[in-house]
């Protein structure tokens, strides 16, 4: 998939070294840095630093937040297509709702309909969860499988944690894996190292992979 990018960005670590900008070809280059703070970085660059995307109030830079229209908890990726600035309430108040749903959710609360609302969500939440592979956008999973990424990652690292204790339960529970994993155009792994090692460790084949065709890291 292609990911939203602004037509410009340049992005310096603490030490002044540029560690990610976009190239005349439009691909977004990294170097060592973190992927979701870049994406973090570029979502406030195309959506605004003080303005929340969902009230519309105006918030003081420091105060916003950043929201994942499709929940990280069902698979929503951290990518800038997923992510909008938003106000803390909204944000806690949206919780694990899709974008869409906290819509609906308002107008059900403006018309006292709000407990109706929240019932025939738990029931769709039970349904996504056993049958859906994700709520995310279908196209957004590669449709090509993927046979190598890349990581490097030190694999001395003490990765079974919570995160990969909560992985493991949600396979468990409902027979998929919970969350996508994300790699650039040549199969570097940028996000989703838990859910990797878990599958890699379960002898897990199917394996959904997002690849942003317009993101590469260099080293
Ligand atoms: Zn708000």
Redesign the pocket.
């Known amino acids: 998939m292609i990911i939203e990018l602004p037509r410009k960005f340049t992005f310096f670590n603490e030490t002044g070294e540029k560690v990610a900008y976009i190239n005349e070809q439009g691909i977004l280059i990294l170097k060592e840095v973190s992927f979701r703070k870049v994406m973090f970085e570029l979502a406030y660059e195309m959506k605004g630093r003080n303005r929340?995307?969902?009230?519309?109030?105006i918030?003081k830079e420091k105060q916003i937040t950043i929201d994942h229209m499709y929940p990280q908890d069902f698979g929503g990726p951290t990518i800038t297509n997923n992510l909008l600035p938003?106000?803390?309430?909204?944000?806690n108040e949206k919780g694990n709702m899709t974008t869409k749903q906290y819509k609906k959710y308002l107008l059900a609360k403006r018309q006292r309909r709000r407990k109706e609302y929240i019932e025939d969500l738990k029931q769709y939440l039970i349904y996504i969860r056993k049958w859906e592979l994700f709520e995310i956008p279908k196209e957004w999973i590669s449709k090509k499988e993927i046979t190598e990424i890349i990581a490097r990652i030190d694999l001395n690292d003490d990765y079974i944690g919570k995160n990969y204790k909560n992985a493991k339960n949600f396979y468990e529970k409902y027979g998929h894996i919970q969350k996508p994993v994300i790699v650039d155009r040549k199969g570097f792994l940028l996000d989703g190292f838990i859910t990797l090692m878990y599958a890699k460790n379960s002898k897990i084949k199917r394996l959904p992979v997002i690849v942003l065709e317009n993101v590469e890291v260099v080293t």
């Open positions: 929340c995307c969902y009230c519309g109030k918030i938003s106000c803390q309430e909204c944000n």
